[in-house]
């Protein structure tokens, strides 16, 4: 049985040609930075439906249904989480939206003590991110 082909990670690119992930990766610790980049990597070469990563790679659930969550932690406990989601379709479909194979398209990260969680409008924020992203045809990505 043949494996299955990796997936694209691709960024979330704001119609003001901001990046969110790039700004929230420049802000973090180099170790936390290539800790998350090793997670996606890893995430799409499995692929993400086979991916199994003991807490690294997580469906998330609630309002927040449909989004991933790459989690790692930092120096005290400090918590960085990405936001995904999936872009899997048909070879047309992909064409489409602009992407040339499935694909994870990160849209935005965020960072939180230990011990606490993001607020209904941290999430609210990812949400709106996700939507612009996903209201667009093709995609505004950057690779």
């Known amino acids: 049985m043949t494996p299955p082909a990796a997936w694209t990670v691709v960024f979330y690119k704001a119609a ?23 997670i996606l990597d890893a995430v799409a070469e499995a692929p993400p439906p086979q991916f199994s990563g003991g807490g690294q790679w997580e469906a998330m659930h609630g ?29 047309a479909e992909l064409r489409r939206r602009g ?4 694909s994870i398209a990160v849209v935005a990260g965020m960072r939180k003590p230990w011990m606490t969680v993001f607020t209904r409008t941290d999430y609210l924020r990812v949400r709106a991110m996700g939507d612009d992203y996903l209201g667009t045809m093709p995609r505004r990505i950057a690779t």
């Open 99 to 102: 992407l040339a194979e499935p």
């Open 63 to 91: 309002d927040m249904g449909g989004y991933f969550e790459v989690r790692t932690q930092g120096p005290k406990r400090e918590q960085f989480r990405l936001f995904c989601l999936l872009e899997n379709a048909e070879p």
């Open 16 to 38: 003001d040609g901001a990046v969110p992930v790039d700004d929230f990766l420049r802000g973090c610790p180099v170790k936390i930075r290539a800790r998350l980049m090793a």
